[in-house]
């Protein structure tokens, strides 16, 4: 007990003989210092009193000490209505979930032990493997402290958050012995981004398991940003058109010339678009490697034909200047076989220095391994020189190695459609929107060269 105004005590029932009565003392209720012990009891056992009875409908804030749990309302005897509840957004006789959430009041509770996993979420100390008494001895802690619930509402994006542990929760006890009660409101969530409860797809225990589970695991199931079709694509009116072509799949579709090579017309505003804005941030990456590539060799294109389609002042390439003047044209698929995979290239158990699909005939699709380039969505990208060499020689991440166009291929392509589809080709790039940025290529592929190897991965351009 602190020095009081009338000077009478200094410590808790021990009386202060040095002190005189003062104007002060006789506001407890006498000016005799030996009534003073009796008046401070008073106090101490009023305020006791006041703390453990509080009056009806007050509120506290709490702190969340264990990770939440679903219940049934079935599991729920004799407990009060979820008529009380003022979170809810269904109709009380719609509600058959709820959320129990055990809750350390501070002046509460300061003499019962912390549980060991509340501890180690907010990171007070580094905690081992429990023992069996360390565990028990958790749940003890645990359950010495009120639970309180809430009800789960509708699963909707803009739904109640889940409290999750280390939140800072208002409550309401339903009980004078304080033995549990409700959740008014989440004051403060200390996790960082909240839970919301149209996540709460598995219980809340085995969400906190998340937490220890090895990044490695995370790596394998994060699908990254989705790829979407860019905001404002490019404009390619004044592109020259290119021939009408059969793709694997038997379907024919219209292309547009690109740096001299053919892509699907439905592609090309995207690809476009995503070539000016790279040029708009100091980054080139024309021209064009490769489009859409035929399957054999006696289907390609000629020169003759090619220069036939650009040349003239009537067509501008996608940069606005004239085409260049062709002096040869892209490999089919086969001549890339032959050339990646030796004399046997026709053969399919061919090894190929680098990956080249195998030459699938228009209509016999069915079954066969897909390539983007004999669709016309595949792409081969100029991202550079890996340290004066082919990337496709170095199959092991080198950030150290890293281009700038790559890096910005790497944080921005799927803002355009694109993402990486082959594993062992940092170049190849396909228009696939709808599809995860690693749903293809992991996250943890070497050859994303450690961009994404943190936590959590940064999706955005840097600053």
């Known amino acids: 007990m602190p020095l009081n105004k009338n000077n009478a005590y200094t410590l808790p029932y021990e009386l202060n003989n040095k002190s005189e009565a003062s104007l002060d003392a006789r506001k407890i209720g006498s000016n005799k210092r030996s009534n003073g012990l009796a008046v401070a009891n008073e106090i101490l056992f009023n305020t006791y009193e006041s703390m453990s009875f509080p009056n009806e409908g007050s509120r506290m804030n709490g702190l969340v000490i264990a990770q939440p749990t679903k219940i049934m309302k079935s599991d729920m005897v004799n407990f009060f209505s979820n008529a009380n509840f003022p979170l809810a957004d269904k109709d009380s006789a719609n509600v058959d979930e709820y959320i129990k959430v055990y809750v350390r009041i501070p002046k509460e509770h300061m003499s019962i032990g912390i549980p060991s996993d509340f501890e180690q979420s907010m990171a007070i100390n580094n905690i081992g493997t429990a023992k069996k008494t360390a565990v028990e001895r958790n749940l003890a802690y645990t359950v010495m402290h009120p639970y309180f619930f809430m009800p789960v509402n509708s699963e909707t994006s803009d739904s109640l958050i889940i409290p999750q542990v280390g939140d800072i929760v208002e409550v309401q006890f339903s009980d004078t012995l304080k033995t549990s009660g409700f959740i008014t409101k989440i004051v403060d969530s200390w996790i960082g981004t909240p839970v919301t409860l149209e996540n709460l797809k598995t219980s809340a225990p085995d969400a906190f398991n998340q937490i220890n589970t090895p990044i490695s695991s995370v790596f394998k199931t994060d699908q990254g940003p989705i790829a979407t079709p860019a905001k404002i694509p490019a404009d390619i009116s004044k592109m020259a058109p290119g021939k009408r072509v059969q793709v694997g799949t038997g379907e024919t579709i219209n292309t547009i010339v690109v740096d001299n090579k053919l892509l699907d017309a439905k592609v090309t505003p995207h690809l476009v678009a995503m070539f000016l804005a790279a040029k708009a941030d100091g980054i080139d990456f024309s021209p064009l490697t490769s489009g859409f590539r035929v399957g054999f060799i006696k289907d390609n294109l000629t020169v003759e034909e090619l220069n036939e389609l650009t040349q003239g002042t009537k067509y501008k ?28 290239g026709m053969d399919r158990d061919a090894k190929c220095r680098i990956a080249t699909a195998y030459p699938v005939r228009p209509g016999a699709w069915k079954g066969k391994k897909k390539s983007g380039h004999m669709m016309g969505n595949g792409v081969d990208v100029n991202v550079g020189s890996w340290g004066g060499g082919p990337s496709s020689k170095i199959k092991n991440a080198r950030p150290d190695l890293l281009t700038k166009q790559y890096r910005w291929l790497s944080l921005n392509a799927w803002k355009y459609g694109f993402i ?35 936590s959590f991965a940064n999706y955005e351009e840097d600053e």
């Open 420 to 454: 990486r589809t082959v594993r062992s080709e940092r170049w190849h790039w396909e228009y696939l929107p709808g599809k995860g940025q690693f749903s293809r290529v992991p996250r943890d592929n070497p050859l994303w060269d450690s961009q994404f190897n943190e």
């Open 317 to 344: 390439n996608w940069d606005g200047n004239p085409y260049p003047k062709a002096t040869k044209v892209g490999k089919s698929q086969e001549k890339l076989r032959y050339v990646n995979c030796g004399d046997n």
